[in-house]
């Protein structure tokens, strides 16, 4: 039988879903390295830096001509943005797990509308209003409302504290890169990584003499694959997409994040947290696909729901 090659917008599905789903296994690698997050995320930029670069020169992108001394300027700020970011998520993937640390992580869409509307004017409608309410209705219930009320341990609450700054720093660099042009998004990543190392670099990491074969295994697994491999599956996949495609295979991540914590962990998410998943999900595609109407039915309903939850695991 000869061989069909694939369309275009079929190889850009395939390598949206395999990266989405490759950056569902990130936690492994970060628990298995042993590391603290401040060595795995300088690995992470140093390794990331060096396969980005060769692949860049490979494909022949490595190139800033187009850009401006103040587009290379916000470039380096969002370097140090997603430097701050990748340190502060994989903290937290260390202390409250993979899954409920990424389920967290994933209310960032809603920060950049909050941030956005408050830093720079954007327009933020009722109904968007509204799936940002039901996206955090759905973080309570992720983490617990008795969590929030009552307190749990301090790494419970650094664990949160993490993911949600994390969010709240990546949400930035989501805004800030929308406004550097002339650089290709894989050269973004690039630089992003560039600026990470020497930041780093100065928080003394662990020396790479101090490294077995097996932590480096994991390590350079992190930067080949989480960071080369995967934002050039992603970003070369999205210009060939339609929004609606993206919006759903988006959260393949924060899916197989929670399969992978499953079954390498036996980490099983609680009924709140799968309602808080249920709930954030529901919420993004309601913004990105632009839902509208229902969206405050829903989240008044959904704020119903987590207080029953709440009463049920309290």
């Known amino acids: 039988m000869p061989f069909t090659p694939l369309s275009p917008s079929r190889r850009s599905i ?27 995320v300088f690995y992470r930029c140093l390794i990331g830096a060096l396969a980005l670069g060769l692949y860049g020169r490979w494909a022949g992108w490595l190139s800033l001509r187009a850009a401006s001394r103040g587009t290379l300027l916000l470039a380096v700020l969002t370097g140090v943005l997603m430097t701050g970011n990748w340190v502060l998520f994989t903290a937290a993937l260390g202390r409250i797990g993979i899954a409920l640390a990424t389920i967290v992580f994933h209310v960032q869409p809603f920060l950049v509308l909050l941030i956005g509307a408050i830093a720079f004017g954007e327009r933020l409608t009722a109904s968007r209003l509204a799936w940002v309410g039901l996206a955090f209705a759905g973080l309570v219930a992720a983490i617990g409302p008795e969590a929030l009320l009552h307190g749990v341990d301090g790494v419970y609450l650094i664990g949160i504290g993490c993911a949600l700054g994390g969010a709240f720093l990546y949400a930035w660099v989501t805004l800030l890169a929308r406004r550097v042009t002339g650089v290709r998004s894989p050269m973004l990543t690039l630089i992003q990584c560039l600026v990470g190392v020497p930041l780093l670099a100065l928080l003394d990491p662990v020396s790479p003499m101090v490294l077995s074969g097996t932590q480096w295994g994991w390590l350079a697994g992190i930067g080949l694959i989480h960071t080369g491999l995967v934002y050039v599956l992603i970003y070369g996949a999205l210009p060939g997409l339609a929004t609606p495609v993206i919006a759903v295979l988006t959260f393949l991540y924060p899916a197989s994040a929670v399969l992978v914590d499953a079954a390498v962990y036996g980490r099983l998410i609680d009924l709140g947290q799968a309602l808080g998943l249920t709930l954030i999900v529901l919420a993004s595609l309601g913004v990105t696909l632009g839902w509208s109407g229902s969206g405050s039915r829903i989240s008044r309903a959904a704020t119903r729901l987590s207080g029953m939850t709440s009463k049920r695991t309290s």
Request: aromatic share 4%; no cysteine.
């Open 14 to 40: 395939i390598e949206l879903a395999v990266g989405n789903l490759l950056l569902g296994t990130l936690g492994v690698f970060v628990v298995e390295s042993g590391q603290d997050a401040v060595s795995i």
